[in-house]
């Protein structure tokens, strides 16, 4: 989208909200807001079946409301497993941890498929809640195979539903190693991602902050919540029941 090319956006895809040493640094980095970036976290829910513990995540995640805007990120199979498996209703999983989410007094203003999943049911379910989503991305994820529910697209859209609805998104540009290998070369708007975990790798760590450095001389570095202000008026583009390409 024209006239977004100036700036950068930076999004975390909370796994392992749990895990001491990881949260730890976590909050550290939102605490310093690295280079001027505030990074939204998006927040994996309790997996309350594997037992994790839904107190201590409710706590971190109000913790977190004190530091960023706080986003929601779905894993279909677990901790370790991001994208859905056999005989698992993806939108339904996203509908009820929404419900829990706001039965505790946390309402997410953005959201993040795991493993960029995203399909027609669960874009409804997004928009439905009046979030923002994360889903997509300008490139294809090495990993997923051909016909694997996904959104490709060139920069922020909205998409228009089957139901009419309108969903806003803005689509993920960079890894780490992407943002390293491409940062020469920077064409157009910028919105970074990283896991926390990256964090507690010193090497991966120090790449982060270099990285951010270095990005904030050639980009502006806004918050989701602007950059979603910013694309309000993005081109419209239908959901076409299928990855749309660049």
Do not use: N
């Not at 829910?45 to 995540?57: C, F, H, Q, T, Y």
Request: charged letters at 25%; proline letters at 7%; one cysteine or more.
């Amino acid at each position: 989208m024209k006239g977004l090319e100036r700036y950068a956006v930076v999004s975390c895809h909370v796994e392992r909200p749990l895990d001491d040493a990881v949260w730890r640094a976590f909050e550290r980095m939102l605490e310093r807001r690295p280079s001027g970036f505030v990074v939204t976290p998006l927040m994996r829910p309790p997996a309350l079946d594997a037992g994790e513990d839904a107190e201590r995540w409710i706590a971190r995640a109000r913790r977190v409301v004190e530091l960023a805007p706080l986003g929601h990120h779905t894993h279909w199979g677990g901790p370790s497993q991001a994208r859905p498996v056999v005989g698992i209703d993806a939108a339904a999983v996203v509908r009820d941890e929404i419900d829990w989410l706001r039965a505790h007094g946390l309402r997410p203003a953005s959201f993040c498929g795991g493993g960029w999943y995203l399909d027609e049911a669960v874009a409804e379910v997004l928009a439905a809640a009046g979030y923002v989503d994360c889903s997509a991305t300008t490139f294809r994820p090495p990993y997923l195979g051909d016909g694997a529910p996904r959104l490709q697209l060139p920069g922020p859209r909205r998409v228009r539903l089957p139901s009419g609805a309108s969903l806003l998104e803005l689509p993920a540009t960079h890894s780490l190693g992407m943002l390293a290998r491409g940062l020469a070369r920077l064409d157009g708007f910028v919105h970074l991602h990283f896991h926390d975990w990256e964090l507690v790798d010193r090497r991966r760590a120090l790449a982060l902050s270099a990285l951010l450095r270095v990005l904030r001389l050639r980009r502006r570095p806004v918050a989701l919540a602007e950059l979603a202000q910013l694309a309000a008026g993005a081109e419209e583009v239908a959901w076409p029941g299928a990855t749309i390409d660049t």
